[in-house]
């Protein structure tokens, strides 16, 4: 069977509904983990300004709601590690002698250091409402650094034949984007409606690789399992058109690829 064991702490804060505060701390263990690393602990906190409630902002009557919002925490991830993958198996095996042994060998290989994967959140906000509340905006900011990714370890190509590579935290991934969110809500007689438009900006940047890289899809400073392809040039009508670029063995209807190093 699999567990996971938590404790939670929270405690909260309000004065006079303008100044709010969050702090809260959990600890988590899971049954998928080596027993010394099979814990993590995991702090987070928030704070809030409601700064419309201010006394200096009462002059100004077009804003009916303001608030300031920052929040910084961290949270463990243990998906995608089996429930018996980080125990010691073994399996059956003939041994070659004079004649044939039935015997047991480990069926796979540990990482006994293999743990949580760690996000890392910093959150901004800003919430204001106008015209007592019939328009409503929203605007976010967040950056996610998720440290110790959890995936299978790329030394499995070194192990052909024998066992698969074990799980490993091997990357570092950041996550950073902007989000705004604008809402009109109003009243026409006995007919309520509102109109909702919402944008978002978001980068996914691979930060580090602790294992080797290989061609294919996984590159550092760009989004993870980013396709890097060749740029098309169009299609060949013409053997003119294959003698106007570099030399790629095409035929007429073949698409032409760019020259982009010359």
């Known amino acids: 069977e699999q567990s996971l064991l938590s404790f939670l702490g929270r405690a909260a804060y309000s004065y006079k509904k303008r100044y709010m505060a969050e702090l809260s701390i959990r600890a988590d263990g899971s049954s998928v983990f080596g027993k010394d690393v099979r814990w993590g602990t995991f702090p987070s906190v928030g704070l809030g300004w409601a700064f419309s409630e201010e006394h200096f902002m009462k002059k100004f009557w077009w804003l009916s709601f303001g608030k300031l919002r920052a929040s910084w925490g961290k ?3 243990n998906s995608g590690v089996g429930r018996f993958e980080q125990l010691e198996t073994l399996t059956a095996m003939n ?6 042994v039935k015997g047991f060998v480990n069926k796979k290989m540990i990482n006994k250091d293999l743990s949580w994967e760690v996000s890392t959140d910093i959150n901004v906000g800003l919430d204001l409402g106008f015209l007592n509340n019939r328009l409503r905006t929203e605007i976010d900011f967040y950056n996610r650094l998720r440290t110790g990714m959890n995936r299978p ?3 499995s190509i070194h192990l052909t034949g024998a066992y698969s590579a074990p799980r490993a935290n091997i990357g570092d991934l950041l996550n950073r984007g902007l989000e705004l969110n604008l809402t009109w809500k109003d009243k026409i007689g006995n007919v309520e409606y509102s109109v909702n438009l919402n944008g978002a900006y978001n980068r996914t940047v691979l930060k580090e690789w602790n294992e080797f890289l290989s061609r294919g899809w ?3 400073d760009m989004p993870y399992h980013f396709l890097y392809v060749y740029e098309n040039n169009g299609i060949a009508q013409t053997w003119q ?3 106007n670029n570099t030399p790629q063995g095409l035929s007429p209807g073949d698409v032409i690829r760019k020259d982009l190093n010359g």
């Open 75 to 77: 949270l463990g991830d």
């Open 95 to 100: 041994y070659m002698s004079s004649d044939v």
């Open 153 to 155: 370890s790329q030394m």
């Open 218 to 220: 996984v590159y550092l």
């Open 241 to 243: 058109d294959i003698y």
